[in-house]
T-cell receptor, first 113, second 112 residues
């Protein structure tokens, strides 16, 4: 069973609000990832981190930002939410290496009105 | 652009039948992984096949990999209603710095 947690699971907010989606893992994994999943199921990598103080943008451009101050914590922030940010956000972690499997959280479903 | 593409997009079968899903990718890979996602949940790792392997089994799952065709298939035998979920293939490319890229997924519905 994966020990990776996302909060909140569901969030409904108004346009212009600042939001932070939390992601924490207790497995000591160096690598962490944020994926955005659209209604058609397609998954897009938007941010990843190889370790503390390391963050990189993913394949899909996103207005969100991330930080990695502690190994276990990888929060995602939107400074000013818009309806176009409505989506499912999935956090994952891995031991890394070329054969590492990803462990996913349950996701945060964000709805911006 | 996405590395992997699953086919079909949706598949509906009866309980007890076999389900086959395919995945095609574009560039050379280190390994290919299959994941399952129940509705509204996170993804769960099912099986990994390395680029130098051709077939792998895990319980009712059978995965094949054809690197010459840049394709993989996932076979679920004797399907159950509980197998209803979306299935994704993910690839780690040689130069990707260990990023896992997913396809669009196949939605499998197993009818009791």
């Amino acid at each position: 069973e994966a020990d990776i947690y996302q909060t909140p699971r569901y969030l409904v907010i108004g346009t212009g609000k600042k939001i932070t989606l939390e992601c924490s893992q207790t497995m000591g994994h160096d690598k962490m990832y944020w994926y955005q999943q659209d209604p058609g199921m397609e998954l897009h990598l938007i941010h990843y981190s190889y370790g503390v103080n390391s963050t990189e943008k993913g394949d899909l451009s996103s207005e969100s930002t991330v930080s990695r101050i502690r190994t276990e914590h990888f929060p995602l922030t939107l400074e000013s939410a818009r309806p176009s940010h409505t989506s499912q956000y999935l956090c994952a972690s891995s031991i890394g290496g070329k054969t590492g499997e990803l462990f996913f959280g349950e996701g945060s479903r964000l709805t911006v009105l | 652009s996405q590395q992997g593409e699953e086919d079909p997009q949706a598949l509906s079968i009866q309980e007890g039948e076999n389900a086959t899903m395919n995945c095609s990718y574009k560039t050379s890979i280190n390994n290919l992984q299959w994941y399952r996602q129940n509705s509204g949940r996170g993804l769960v790792h099912l099986i990994l096949i390395r680029s130098n392997e051709r077939e792998k089994h895990s319980g009712r799952l059978r995965v094949t990999l054809d690197t010459s065709k840049k394709s993989s298939s996932l076979l679920i035998t004797a399907s159950r209603a509980a197998d209803t979920a979306s299935y994704f293939c993910g690839t780690i490319s040689g130069g990707s710095n260990y990023k896992l890229t997913f396809g669009k997924g196949t939605l499998l519905t197993v009818n009791p």
